[in-house]
């Protein structure tokens, strides 16, 4: 069985990304984003949303573990700053209703959802530059990258929120990542 840890980053809808999993039979464990690299025994890492850029902890390490990683909101903006993208300020702030369009429909994370899929998100911060080796793979008249990828290192990241029920396919997006660790 698949066991994914997700990390923590204290953000409001951690439990949700757990038990999304936990409800489609997957090992899954909170862990705080304090705990060191070493001690991380899983097929993948969802790195949760979060309040604040300042309140990572050990996220970045984990970014090196050669296990794939899934990046959430704050999770996905994590992972562009530490490989070298941007992230700005967004021109929309506060969690809305967004119409997301897929822009590599080969990507393994995202790629088999439906044009204008509809999705929750926040964009108070939102990445504008994806890191190198990265591809840009969702976008929306709010957000030009909504969701990004590097299939070479299996690290993913979407701006949106695919564990809260205003998410269309959101648990496809989860069972995509699934298949990605396995």
Known sequence: ??????????????????????????????????????EIDADGLVLSGGPS??????????????????????GHQVIATELG?????????????????????????????APDTRVWASHADEVVRVPEGFARTAESDVCGVEAMSDTDRDLYGVQWHPEVAHTERGEEVFENFLDICE
């Open 85 to 113: 993208g941007e992230v700005g300020e967004g021109d929309y702030g506060g969690y809305a209703d967004v119409t997301v369009d897929i822009v590599e429909d080969a990507d393994p994370l995202v790629g088999s959802l």
């Open 1 to 38: 069985m698949t066991r994914i840890d997700v990390i923590d980053n204290h953000g409001q809808f951690t439990h949700l990304e757990q038990r999304a999993l936990r409800d489609m039979g997957v090992d899954v464990e909170i862990v705080d984003n304090e705990t060191p690299p070493e």
């Open 53 to 74: 850029i300042d309140r990572i902890g050990n996220c970045p390490d984990y970014l090196d573990l050669d296990i794939p990683v899934f990046g959430i909101c704050l």
